[in-house]
């Protein structure tokens, strides 16, 4: 067995070793050979190098297993990135929305707490994730149409949705594309109302409101992402949470390391010093605060080795966020010069913004006659992948049988545009990893399925 000088000497031929595996069996055949006809075009997929491995590997090496120095890390330099005081790493991005929801129940709040029968303004055209804590803690989502070709909620429909009960409104960007953050930052601050940012698709979006320009989850109260493969970037599960707000950052460390009082780090004790001279509820004088429990909370924290991954991601991330506007902005320019752009309505960039793009969401024109769901099965037996907006209408799910008639949520208005959605949206990728040529061919075939199943309505020959 080789014997090496140190452990700095053992982990850097390990590190070297695991470049080699990465080059030679783990590179993107693309990268080598280039794309090919016929090949599957993914809606997302991780695009990563030797860097990653070799640092989830030194985490391994380390076998700390739990938040650690790699997290430590991560959370301070994404932290200075997106422009905020506070980032704290959980296992996922549905946990991210779980915990910044969660916080916003707590005493410490006082009339600001989110109670049961308090209400929340949302929306039904997104990911489930964003309304779930709403109804696990016993609060009702009211639901607010969306507007196309946004797809985001139509801010004037908010003062209606607003009731004696509203407390806060907790919205999504929709596949990068900011919502309309001034309208809606007003309309919070008149009513004091809580906004929480559901940034998990649109990491590194930017929008301006007079003059001042911010990453999209940094204007409101709370902001979240998600790292999970498909995302922005990846660590495999993972999500943050982060505010500048220093009571709130104090409550999502509470609430996401099992509700305790002590702010200890992992794998340190007495780090306020004060570890047995406190008094707490009930308990006796000198209880060890390292045992002391302020909230109901859970264990979310997130592993270093996914950490260790997204500490390479975010060196990568800028990169990132240029080929998904540049891959975005290609696949625009061949659908808008073509036949097919009669037939469907193109996304639109929310006005003083700049998206991150995550996808290229696409509506079929209800007029064409065209059916989508054609359109999507075209594109999937010519190895493009495509998928719908989440849920389309929340409400129409399985999920929602129970609560249906029930005072459990409200709806304001109609969801005329969010139904719309349902039946004629779905999205393709934009991810870094795709090349001019995967782009272009996706184009291609979009325009033939639009034109085919046009021709085939038409009576023409074709399909």
């Not at 140190?6 to 982990?11: C, L, M, P, Q, V």
């Not at 003062?159 to 409104?169: C, F, I, P, Q, Y």
């Not at 097919?340 to 024109?365: C, R, T």
Request: contains cysteine; glycine residues 8%; negative net charge.
């Amino acid at each position: 067995m080789k014997q090496w000088e140190n452990e700095e000497e053992a982990r850097k031929e390990i590190r070297e070793l695991v470049a080699d595996y990465y080059h030679g069996f783990l590179e993107p055949r693309e990268s080598k050979e280039g794309f090919r006809a016929g090949d599957r075009i993914s809606y997302a997929s991780r695009v990563y190098d030797e860097k990653e491995i070799q640092s989830l590997v030194d985490a391994a090496l380390d076998f700390w297993l739990t938040t650690g120095r790699f997290a430590e890390r991560f959370e301070k330099e994404f932290a200075e990135w997106i422009g905020v005081r506070f980032a704290h790493l959980v296992n996922s991005g549905s946990s991210a929305n779980l915990l910044a929801f969660m916080v916003l129940t707590a005493p410490e709040l006082k009339e600001r707490r989110i109670g049961r029968g308090d209400e929340v303004i949302t929306v039904a055209a997104g990911f489930p994730t964003t309304v779930a804590p709403i109804l696990q803690y016993g609060a009702v989502p009211v639901f607010v149409d969306v507007a196309v070709p946004q797809y985001n909620i139509d801010v004037l429909k908010l003062e209606e949705a607003l009731s004696k009960k509203t407390k806060a409104v907790m919205i999504a960007h929709t596949l990068g594309n900011p919502f309309d953050l001034k309208a809606v930052l007003e309309f919070c601050r008149k009513h004091n109302l809580w906004l929480v940012e559901d940034n998990c698709d649109a990491l590194g979006s930017k929008y301006t409101i007079n003059g001042k320009t911010k990453y999209t989850g940094t204007w409101g109260d709370i902001g979240t992402s998600s790292f999970y493969p498909p995302h922005h970037m990846t660590m495999g599960e993972g999500g943050c949470v982060y505010t500048d707000d220093p009571l709130l950052h104090r409550l999502i460390l509470s609430y996401r390391d099992w509700g305790r009082d002590c702010i200890c780090p992992s794998g340190h004790d007495n780090f306020c010093g004060h570890r047995y001279d406190g008094q707490y509820g009930q308990l006796p004088a000198g209880y060890d605060h390292k045992y002391v429990y302020s909230h109901f909370g859970y264990n979310l924290k997130v592993t270093d080795m996914q950490a260790a991954v997204g500490v390479e991601q975010l060196q990568k991330f800028p990169s990132f966020i240029e080929r998904r506007k540049h891959n975005w902005q290609r696949l625009y320019d061949a659908l808008a010069g073509s036949d097919a752009a009669e037939q469907i309505i193109l996304p639109e960039p929310a006005p003083s913004s700049d998206p991150s793009w995550f996808g290229f969401l696409i509506s079929v024109k209800a007029e064409s006659g065209i059916s989508r769901n054609h359109v999507t099965r075209y594109l999937e037996e010519h190895n493009i992948q495509t998928r719908l907006l989440f849920s389309g209408n929340l409400i129409k799910h399985p999920a929602f049988d129970e609560y249906r008639d029930t005072d459990a949520y409200r709806v304001s208005g109609d969801l005329s545009c969010t139904d719309y959605i349902m039946n004629h949206s779905f999205w393709v990728g934009v991810y870094p990893g795709m090349t001019d040529r995967m782009i272009d061919t996706m184009a291609q075939v979009i325009r033939e399925a639009v034109s085919l199943e046009n021709d085939a309505h038409s009576g023409k020959d074709g399909l």
